[in-house]
């Protein structure tokens, strides 16, 4: 607490994101970033862009990227936004759209980064449980609302709703915005990026850092009715205009562009998760069923937290969640094989004592 605070500074719960450490000696899998570099022509993109050019300003309308998004899904550039990563875009979201004399609905378990962004923007809020099983009921979201946001998959469940539910809640909840964010979409979901030209009301965020491997350049993207994409273009333009530097709008241009690499890429991160799923199911855990580059996994006996710790100890970082009914469970980030067979091994050491 500071004097010199506002009282909306002195209001805020921040979000406290996962662990970086600065020694390199941890088996990192506790931020969801990519065990597997970005595409090589993102990276030679990046390069060739560093030149005498960064005098300039960058495109505040980000044209070129806006054009790569838009034809990667066949939508024209009036229906994709692109942001300093997918929270960036969330946040403008959170402020261009949802009316804060309304509840807005989301998860009870799901990114702790909506209850952050609803205190910085004074929204009301009601989370709608999800089932034993952790999955999303969209029969649910059935309150008066000023709004809907929701993970899909969810994290840090790893839960996938079919695109039908989507379209169902859609059906059910016109009169408002109704954000999904894809964050993990690409690890075996389908997109709710098609139903974009029969619901102006639907926006769709998807971000680099995941799937295409680009965490550390921060570029997320948004897909919805041009109405959608000019109410976040009012927020950031009454912002920050530049928020998308030169070499983040030449790096992902590219990496959308590779797209044999980008398929490698995640098919080796799901046939990774579906094998160290079966192994920790072998050792007595339970996971739910991940379509996501993350399994979120519990056993019956030993106290996650404990876990959590000794495979720390062992040089292993997961994600442990200390909150109501989900402080049993460990989020763990699919890395390379080679890093989740020491995974496999330190969580084998912990079960047999
Ligand atoms: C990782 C993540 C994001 C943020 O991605 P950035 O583009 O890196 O900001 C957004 N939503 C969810 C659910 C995530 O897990």
Redesign the pocket.
């Given at each position: 607490m500071s004097k010199f605070w506002s009282p909306l500074t002195a209001s805020l719960v921040p979000y406290v994101p996962g662990e970086q450490p600065k020694d390199k000696t941890y088996i990192k899998l506790n931020t969801?970033e990519n065990p597997y570099p970005p595409s090589p022509k993102a990276i030679e993109a990046i390069q060739k862009a560093a030149d005498a050019d960064l005098r300039l300003y960058p495109d505040p309308t980000c044209e070129t990227l806006v054009e790569a998004a838009a034809g990667y899904y066949g939508l024209s550039a009036s229906q994709v936004f692109v942001g300093n990563?997918?929270?960036?875009?969330?946040a403008f979201a959170f402020a261009a759209f949802f009316n804060p004399e309304k509840k807005l609905l989301f998860p009870d378990i799901?990114?702790s980064?909506y209850k952050v962004y609803a205190k910085l923007y004074g929204l009301q809020t009601e989370l709608v449980p999800v089932n034993e099983q952790f999955q999303i009921e969209v029969a649910s979201y059935t309150a008066d609302n000023g709004g809907i946001i929701l993970?899909n998959p969810n994290?840090p469940t790893a839960q996938l709703l079919p695109l039908a539910d989507i379209r169902k809640l859609l059906d059910a909840n016109t009169e408002q915005a109704v954000v999904i964010?894809e964050?993990?979409i690409d690890f075996g979901g389908e997109s709710a990026v098609s139903l974009i030209q029969e619901y102006p009301n639907l926006l769709v965020?998807q971000?680099?850092?995941?799937s295409r491997s680009l965490?550390g350049l921060?570029?997320?993207l948004a897909f919805g009715s041009e109405e959608l994409i000019d109410g976040l273009n009012r927020i950031k333009n009454s912002f920050n205009s530049y928020t998308l530097d030169r070499l983040a709008l030449a790096g992902a241009v590219a990496a959308l562009q590779d797209e044999a690499y980008f398929r490698e890429a995640t098919d080796r991160v799901i046939a990774t998760r579906e094998r160290v799923t079966h192994e920790a199911q072998r050792l007595g855990f339970k996971a739910t069923d991940s379509k996501a580059n993350f399994i979120f996994i519990t056993h019956p006996e030993i106290p996650a937290k404990s876990i959590f710790q000794q495979l720390r100890e062992k040089g292993v970082l997961v994600r442990y969640f200390d909150q109501p009914r989900i402080d049993e469970y460990l989020r763990v980030s699919i890395g390379t094989d080679e890093e989740m067979d020491a995974f496999v091994a330190a969580l084998g050491d912990i079960v047999a004592g």
């Open positions: 969801n990563g997918s929270d960036e875009i969330l799901t990114y980064f993970p994290a964010d964050a993990y965020i971000t680099l850092s995941k965490a921060r570029v997320g």
